[in-house]
């Protein structure tokens, strides 16, 4: 096994255990809860089975059916680069490899609702008074908090390579 292939597997692995965990907590709503119906866990949180067949805060949601694909192959095309960029990271780096990874993790995680359902399932729902975050799942959230880490690496990447040339 090649160096970079060995580095790559147990973020790989990573990505799984976040996939299936994100896989377990959809199968466990949709097992439980009744479609639309909030279940409130505290006064500001609610579980509430919904389906989004758009993207993030349900965008594109009522298009005619064709962006089921086009976020699939917006999936799987990310899903491919960041497992090139594993391979290409340093063998000492941490913080880039588990920002991709939880991306990873978190586009497989929704990838596979779109194909086997052609909807992602959410269930993870906010509300103060009249106001509601749009409902999202774990994977969304692993997405979030990947990107924020890339948006803070390349910014401390930017610095890094500022402050070597001064």
Not at 84 to 97: G, I, N, Q
Not at 128 to 143: T, V
């Amino acid at each position: 096994m090649s160096e970079a292939r060995g580095r790559v597997v147990p973020w790989l692995l990573v990505a799984l255990v976040l996939v299936l965990l994100d896989q377990a907590s959809k199968w466990w709503v949709t097992s439980t809860l009744d479609y639309g119906v909030p279940v409130p866990v505290w006064r500001w949180f609610n579980l509430t089975l919904l389906h989004n067949t758009g993207a993030a805060f349900s965008f594109l949601a009522h298009a005619d059916g064709w962006q089921r694909w086009f976020f699939a192959g917006i999936a799987l095309a990310v899903s491919v680069w960041i497992v090139y960029m594993l391979r290409r990271s340093a063998p000492d780096a941490r913080w880039l490899p588990v920002a991709l990874t939880l991306v990873l993790g978190g586009a497989i995680g929704n990838l596979w609702d779109r194909l086997a359902l052609g909807y992602v399932v959410d269930f993870i729902h906010f509300c103060q008074g009249n106001w509601c975050f749009p409902a999202f799942n774990i994977a969304d959230s692993a997405i979030t908090v990947g990107a924020a880490m890339l948006v803070i690496d390349s910014f401390l990447d930017h610095r890094r390579g500022t402050t070597g040339a001064g």
